[in-house]
């Protein structure tokens, strides 16, 4: 393949890839934000009466949170809050996961060929929604596992200061450092399904054009990374399972072996 393809559909795919993910981003930045600030809200006052409710010089306990009715129904309060931001998540994705997969395949023209046929939509959504990595799940569930694991972080840190007899300001400060890294995980899952759709699409689009074989094309940082550089410029058929993105925030691309 000559510089010509390579910078050209390494150019407009990563283009493409980085305006689609930042409009999830942006959304999931609001989405964890509100959600943040409810939750907290809540484990504060939950947290500060139990505080309240104890006698002088004596410690809370678990046990001592556990009799709170008010522990109960912020319990009640934050599943359901967490499944607010599960269900958003969700849909923003597959939303721009969708437009992810059509902008990358149209944007795709080769001089002198003609596709032979053009992806249905619903053949488009069976691909995003496919199982593609070793874990054998969706990006829905990725998503959904992410949340179970913020709601268990969460209940965690508050015992811990219970435990421990933090103030509420700590607690405050645990509470956002663990949609943090909530928030990053679910960053992660984006990017990685950007890259795993990207490739989809591209993949698709060569095969409909009658291309027989494609190839790894990494950028040049990621050249660096030991998996990575050893796929850069690997050739595959076009039928065949082509591991990419091959960790999480991958960026390698497929490009299709023009001579």
């Not at 599943?79 to 996961?97: C, H, N, T, W, Y």
């Amino acid at each position: 393949m000559s510089n010509y393809w390579e910078d050209r559909f390494t150019r407009i795919q990563a283009r493409l890839t980085n305006k689609n993910t930042k409009q999830i981003e942006k959304q999931l930045r609001k989405y964890y934000g509100k959600s943040m600030e409810r939750v907290i809200s809540d484990f504060e006052s939950t947290y500060d009466k139990l505080l309240a409710a104890q006698e002088d010089g004596k410690e809370p306990t678990p046990a001592d949170l556990y009799k709170l009715d008010k522990y109960w129904k912020m319990q009640g309060q934050l599943r359901q809050e967490m499944k607010k931001l599960g269900d958003k998540q969700a849909g923003v994705m597959s939303r721009i996961f969708e437009i992810q997969f059509f902008d990358i395949y149209y944007s795709i023209a080769l001089e002198g060929k003609e596709a032979f046929n053009t992806i249905s939509k619903d053949g488009a959504l069976q691909l995003i929604n496919s199982i593609w990595c070793a874990d054998g799940k969706t990006y829905s569930q990725r998503v959904w596992d992410n949340v179970d694991l913020l709601i268990e972080t969460l209940n965690e840190g508050l015992l811990e200061c219970v435990i421990t007899g933090k103030k509420t300001t700590d607690l405050k400060k645990m509470l956002q450092e663990r949609f943090g890294v909530s928030y990053s995980r679910a960053d992660n899952i984006v990017r990685t399904e950007m890259s795993h759709i990207q490739n989809s699409a591209a993949k698709q689009r060569y095969e409909d054009y009658g291309i027989k074989e494609m190839e790894v094309w990494a950028d040049k940082d990621e050249r660096l990374c030991e998996i990575c550089g050893k796929l850069h410029k690997k050739r595959y058929p076009i039928g065949a399972q082509v591991p990419v993105p091959v960790h999480p925030r991958c960026r390698c691309q497929v490009l299709p072996v023009v001579e």
